[in-house]
Structure formats: C-alpha cells, structure tokens
Nanobody, 123 residues
C-alpha cells in the first residue's frame, strides 16, 4: 500500500513537499514515481527515481526544473519537493511503484498506486 501526504493549498510561487510511505511490502527494489491529474485532464508523468544507491531520476515536462524527487529506502518512502508552484500545478498527485529497474516514465510500468493527495495553487 502507498499513502501520500503533504498536499494542500498554497499560493503561487510557494513550495510543497509531498511524501509517500509504503506499507505492507518493501519497494526498495522498485522504481518509484509521481504522476498528477489536473481537473478534466488525463494522468501525466511528473518524476521517477530508480532503486539503488544514488538512483537515477527522470522528470516530465510539469517538473520543468522546479521539482525534485528523492527516496529513502531505509524508510520505504519517496518524496517530491515542489518549488515555484503555479496555478496550473493544481492537481491530484499520485505516488506509484513499478517493477522496472530504470526511472521509467511509462504509466503502464507502474503496478501499485496510492490514493492521491490534492495540491491546489491559488494565484
């Protein structure tokens, strides 16, 4: 099970840190990723990180140099630090885990999903 936290309401230009905690199994050998789904939009890739020490990362267009993904395998968590947030970042953010050994962007590579956490950015 994956459980996200850290969402909320923030003013444009502000920052948020999303966290995702895994329970019931360890995901230290899985790729971990963040996706988001805005109002009336499909789910889009935000960022991913492969397993292993110094895991490689991949970022989608939404990250645009503003977001940073990290993971702590000892705590079975993955985080997404988001800076300089904009109103178009408003979305439900989902944590996901997959069996790929690389930082895949493909939504089909992810087998486990959290319930999502709402991020709302006001102007």
């Amino acid at each position: 099970q994956l459980v996200e936290s850290g969402g909320g309401l923030v003013l444009a230009g502000g920052s948020l840190r999303l966290s995702c905690a895994a329970s019931g199994r360890r995901f230290n050998k899985n790729v971990l990723g963040w996706f988001r789904q805005g109002p009336g939009k499909g789910r889009e890739f935000v960022a991913s990180i492969s397993w292993g020490i110094g895991g490689t990362t991949s970022y989608g267009d939404p990250a645009n140099g503003r977001f940073t993904i990290s993971r702590d395998n000892t705590k079975n968590t993955v985080s997404l630090h988001m800076n300089n947030l904009r109103p178009d970042d408003t979305a439900i953010y989902y944590c996901a885990a997959g069996r790929a050994t690389w930082a895949t962007r493909n939504i089909g590579d992810y087998d486990f999903w959290g319930q999502g956490t709402q991020v709302t950015v006001s102007s």
